[in-house]
């Protein structure tokens, strides 16, 4: 099944222990990207990769750091969290060329941090 | 100015009804357009995209584009209790880069 799969779904931590949240597709999406959706606020971009090795800043970067060593995986980088990083995140990809099928997106991970 | 402005809502129609949601963005480059429908605590889904001004239509689900006012629109025809949900307006800027509105919130009520 073509799909985005992140990990972990819940996870509450502590102020200033690093975390990462992992996101990989199966679909051989060149595009990837982070989104966090707050109340209000809407979907918005942190950072986002066109292919391996090519990562860039989104809109809300600060804070956050990306990779992108292999072509299925994403994982987004927390190094030292604060409470204003309690957020919902979303993995999602796409083909790049193929707007028609917009954004795959993966399940969402929901962070606290006290 | 907002980049994607959508009315958050929330929009309640009686069962069976039209819905009508709204959305005007300000690039007026963008080229495609979408509309993503959100269960709470769920992600995104994709409903439609759009490209070309005019109407398409995908079952209970017609998109509506104007890109000289810079106005694109969902309507859900019959609408349903299922349909109750956040639907995410998102326009693309530059290469693949979408850009969502905060949503406007569907209340069907039977």
């Known amino acids: 099944e073509a799909q985005v799969t992140q990990n972990p779904r819940y996870l509450i931590t502590v102020t200033g222990k690093k975390l990462t949240v992992t996101c990989s597709q199966n679909m051989n999406h060149e595009y990837m990207s982070w989104y966090r959706q707050d109340p209000g606020l809407g979907l918005r971009q942190i950072y986002y990769s066109m292919n391996v090795e090519v990562t860039d800043k989104g809109d809300v970067p600060e804070g956050y750091k990306v990779s992108r060593k292999e072509k299925r995986n994403f994982p987004l980088i927390l190094e030292s969290p604060s409470p204003n990083q309690t957020s919902l995140y979303f993995c999602?990809?796409?083909?790049?060329?193929?707007?028609?099928?917009?954004?795959?997106f993966g399940s969402g991970t929901r962070l606290t941090v006290v | 100015q907002k980049e994607v402005e959508q009315n958050s809502g929330p929009l309640s129609v009686p069962e069976g009804a039209i819905a009508s949601l709204n959305c005007t963005y300000s690039?007026?480059?963008?080229?495609?357009f979408f509309w993503y429908r959100q269960y709470s605590g769920k992600s995104p889904e994709l409903i439609m995209s759009i490209y070309s001004n005019g109407d398409k239509e995908d079952g209970r689900f017609t998109a509506q584009l104007n890109k000289a006012s810079q106005y694109v629109s969902l309507l859900i025809r019959d609408s349903q209790p299922s349909d109750s949900a956040t639907y995410l307006c998102?326009?693309?800027?530059?290469?693949?880069?979408?850009?969502f509105g905060t949503g406007t919130r569907l209340q069907v009520f039977p």
């Open positions: 999602a990809s796409s083909l790049l060329g193929r707007d028609e099928d917009g954004y795959t």
């Open positions: 998102a326009v693309t800027v530059g290469t693949d880069k979408l850009i």
């Open positions: 690039d007026r480059g963008s080229q495609s």
